[in-house]
């Protein structure tokens, strides 16, 4: 693992831990979550930047980091990809769809680098939910459907034709 990525690690598992942050359906530590979605990143030819983001991915959304800490620590190309992958829907902004919606407009506009990582994230959640929430799974799938038709920038990846059949 190179620097960038073995800092972007550390960094987000001291986040994540400092709000004590599990994942729902196994109780492991959070940070095994981005590992799998930094894992997959690589496993797909991303650059050093995307994997760092990978890990970093759920830390502005779910912690007290901003994404001008991540541009601080971690630079411009990084905070942008973060910045991508980070729902931009409050509980205050209406329903669960609503805020689906306003959060694929997002997708939407992300970079090349963020939907590519996306991509990755929904191969990880589509495998944790469909093996431990089936109730839950229909609801997800349908959600990833409609995020995946979204992400058109990296619809000729090998990466978006496995979240693809990840969540088929």
Known sequence: MDLLAQTAFTYASAAHAAVSQRRKYTDEPYIVHPARVATTVAKFGGTD????????????????????????????????????????????????AVRKELDRAHSA??????????????????????????????VYRKEMVALLEVLDKVKDEPIYAAAVKAVA
């Not at 800490?69 to 190309?77: A, E, H, P, R």
């Not at 939907?115 to 929904?122: E, L, N, P, R, S």
């Open 49 to 96: 930047e995307m994997i760092a983001a990978a890990y970093l991915h759920d830390v502005v959304e779910d912690t007290g980091v901003s994404i001008e800490d991540i541009l601080d620590m971690f630079g411009s190309v990084v905070a942008v990809i973060v910045d991508g992958l980070t729902d931009v829907s409050k509980p205050e902004d209406g329903n669960r």
């Open 109 to 138: 506009d992300a970079t090349w680098a963020a939907q590519f990582v996306k991509c990755a994230d929904i191969i990880d959640n589509a495998s944790d939910i469909g093996d431990n929430d089936p109730s839950f799974n229909v």
